[in-house]
């Protein structure tokens, strides 16, 4: 599981996504660009897979949640207010109360220096699905068939466990199609999941153009990539690069729907039947 619980899909799917990295001794350096919730990056740090780990989001908010925890002196400060906030959201005029509040604070975030944007980040996160939050911000920690109180509390252990395991990983916050080409080389391996076309639960959403953008720069590096795609995304990738893929469905334990993504990677790699 990444930082953030229920974000993204790469918790379910880790040992998948793992299992198509290169085989080369070669690579010393892994990037996700795109880093997100940072679950492959927290389970490549975990696993000491690289000598040089770098997780990398535009989002100052997410950027700043990475940072925090890492550091580790707000930990408490999550705790405090996740068990409080838990109390309160039980009294129906409090969690209204509560809802109105939290959404106003992820307005603000921009606004905000970035280690409290990044406080902010994860506590909203924790309590509530920040996705549908334009919406009107849906709580967990009640209607939500996904809670699961003992995980929150347990949050503290959690965090602490992710402090340590990030002090291996350098932290970044900048803008991707910076970073690639500052960062690219023989030894780099670089894990990209962008927005995605069409789901517009993102701070920062993507489109085609940029898309394109992004297929066309991965396709003039000298490194390694895999590429992760939804299938609305699969169509523009396609029409760009013409890298080898495979396809990973998994059901959604949020939804117990099923979702299919598309890796896309530059190097030859084994058949999907070799992952299952």
Request: net charge positive; with cysteine.
């Amino acid at each position: 599981m990444g930082l953030f619980p229920y974000v993204g899909g790469d918790g379910l799917i880790y040992g998948h996504i793992l299992s198509l990295f290169p085989a080369s001794g070669r690579i010393d350096t892994f990037v996700e660009a795109f880093g997100g919730a940072g679950t492959i990056t927290l389970e490549v740090a975990r696993r000491g897979l690289f000598s040089r780990i770098i997780y990398n989001d535009l989002d100052r908010a997410n950027y700043g949640s990475f940072l925090i925890i890492k550091e580790g002196r707000l930990i408490p400060v999550v705790e405090k207010y996740l068990m409080r906030f838990l109390e309160w959201a039980r009294e129906p005029e409090l969690k209204e109360r509560i809802r109105r509040a939290l959404k106003t604070i992820w307005k603000m975030l921009d606004k905000m220096d970035v280690r409290r944007a990044g406080l902010w980040n994860v506590i909203i996160h924790y309590l509530s699905s920040p996705g549908v939050i334009r919406n009107g911000l849906r709580f967990r920690t009640i209607d939500d068939r996904t809670f699961n109180e003992y995980l929150y509390r347990r949050v503290g252990e959690r965090l602490r466990a992710y402090s340590r395991i990030l002090q291996d990983v350098v932290l970044r916050n900048e803008n991707a199609f910076d970073l690639i080409p500052a960062l690219d080389g023989p030894n780099v391996l670089f894990y990209l999941d962008p927005p995605h076309l069409g789901r517009p639960y993102y701070r920062f959403n993507f489109n085609k153009t940029q898309l394109v953008k992004l297929c066309r720069l991965l396709a003039a590096i000298k490194g390694y990539a895999i590429l992760k795609a939804s299938p609305e995304d699969f169509r523009v990738v396609r029409t760009v690069l013409d890298w080898p893929f495979v396809s990973i469905k998994y059901q959604v334990y949020t939804t117990k729907n099923y979702s299919t993504y598309y890796f896309f990677v530059n190097y030859k790699t084994r058949s999907l039947l070799d992952f299952f």
